[in-house]
DNA sequence: TTGAAAGCGATACCAA
DNA sequence: TTGGTATCGCTTTCAA
């Protein structure tokens, strides 16, 4: 059932049952609703594409997700703020087109998304340090919010990102302050916005107490589990080995667990995990008690925050650029403990 | 740019240059080319509404992926499944239309993308052992392929499934083989059609040494890591705990491991774990050694080729229903041994 | 081999 | 308060 169909029904132009559904106020009550009941009877939906090109919008919104072709790997995390973002997009009547293509295909990808008008806007995801794709962006006029931040622009633009600085930084401190003083650093890529704030929050915790950073207990790399386990066997097996690990990932908390109980340590007691960590329940015990102890964020918040921010700015796409900070959660559980010598 | 302005520029009609940048063969080839390199050079690319409202086509698959509000998580093994099935469309010149949504909402959502006209066609993800989308799908006349299958239902229909049913049947006699008998199974909610079919593999392969199952070491529930710990630990506390456990997911293997270290036994040794995974390299220890022993199967292909199907079947809509079944592969691993009693 | 014009299904402007 | 009609940017039929 198209339009016309239902007006010829109706008895109607296609203009009033148009007016009618939606929402103009010129149309008699009496008139809309008879509309509205014939409309719901029928299962009437307008057809998007007819829609958009009357209109000029797609009521898409695109998610570029980078697939990096040498690792082979998903991040999980991005299903969580892909549902986040999605309901956002379902309560505004938007669609949601995920692409996820290698970082080579990145500009072509978007190039394409902004020529053929497939979406209205796109949320950036995963932001390098300094990231190419915002300026990218900007010249070709597309409305975007990037989840994260790209910090050695100068640029402004729109994003919403966790405080990452703050999250390590208290992290660290909240370590310090149980005695702990030889503290590692798990992290993401050096290249990830994100890991370098945390690396920032992080040190900045160890000047503040007048300590000074070891290179050799912080590494950074892809957040596997075999990551945090081959680094954590490294670190322990060393002199002075660390009393505490601080890491950005739970799946590489997974192998650093693992090492220091191979190495016959006991994780919570010779050795503390402190975990970046999702509000992902899958490693939450039963009863509440954490496992690890974790800096929590809400990714799937972030993504809704995000998808909420971009939907604003293609209404109004004359407002100045917004920024949104979320701060993290300490939750203590289990992994954690004072620092025994 | 569009076709109307490029066409004027070439001096040519907006019929020959349509038809010469679609590959038509009634176009001059030394016109074609003009035309290909004006569209190059000018990033000519035709608006996706307009071509769909054309051709009736929108050009668009749509994932719908339920997500239950009861348990608040995304399965991050739909990522993978997005990521193949991503590169087929991407290769097809198709989009993917991402929606998350509350399986009460789930309904609603297929008569609105099939009414508007969004999508071309839909994956139907996480099917139940007799699943409702199916029949709705097939009242629609939308094209779908199921990633899995639907177990009670009779009807024929289009699905790529893995082969759970021999997968746990060789898992399970493959600890038989190294003396095991008393061997756990922890799997996803009976309601799933993957989770019945991996206990039928199980049982079928008990029933073949003569052995039957004890429901007592048989557990159904969402496969978090919690679950594989609480699991473990009940089972490994009572009488006749079991040696072995046959665990449905990653995730929950890492729970499981926790509770066998935790009760003093030796992962590998007094008790082993084999586990289902996908071919996520996550868990993976360095140099190829898997810390697991495994049931693999590549999820990403699995989506990849019921993209590719589903691709097949919108091309041509008379082709008889199809139907992959893969096969998943057995891998060794650290975490399993010999029965020792 | 090329072009004119109708049509896809909505919205929105201008009249009545 | 309602309707006629142009328009969005393509594809496709029919004619030349």
Known sequence: ???????????????????????????????????REAAATHGYRPSTRAKGLATGRSFTIGHIIPVSTKHELVNPIFAEILAGASEAYENAGYGLMLSMVSDQDEERTYRDLAARGTVDGVIVHGPK???????????????????????????????????????????TGFLLDLGHRRIALLNGFETMDFAMRRREGYSSALKERGLSSDPTIIAHDEMTESFGYDATKYMLDADQPP??????????????RRAIEETGRQLGKETSVVVFDDDLSYFRNAGDIPLFTAVRSSVRTGGRIAAEMLLEIIRDRSIEPKQTLLEAQLTVGMSTGPALN
Request: glycine share 4%; hydrophobic share 40%.
């Open 1 to 35: 059932m198209n339009l016309k169909e239902l007006s010829s029904h109706l008895g109607l132009s296609q203009t009033t049952v148009s007016r009618a559904l939606n929402g103009y106020p010129e149309v008699n009550e009496a008139t809309r609703r008879r509309v």
């Open 129 to 171: 340090l300094s990231d190419a794709r915002i300026k990218l962006l900007q010249d070709l006029n597309l409305p975007f919010v990037v989840h994260g931040r790209s910090s050695r622009l100068v640029q402004d633009y729109n994003w919403v990102d966790v405080n990452n600085r703050s999250a390590f930084n208290r992290a």
């Open 243 to 256: 009393t505490a690990f601080l890491v950005s990932s739970i799946i590489s908390a997974m192998g650093v």
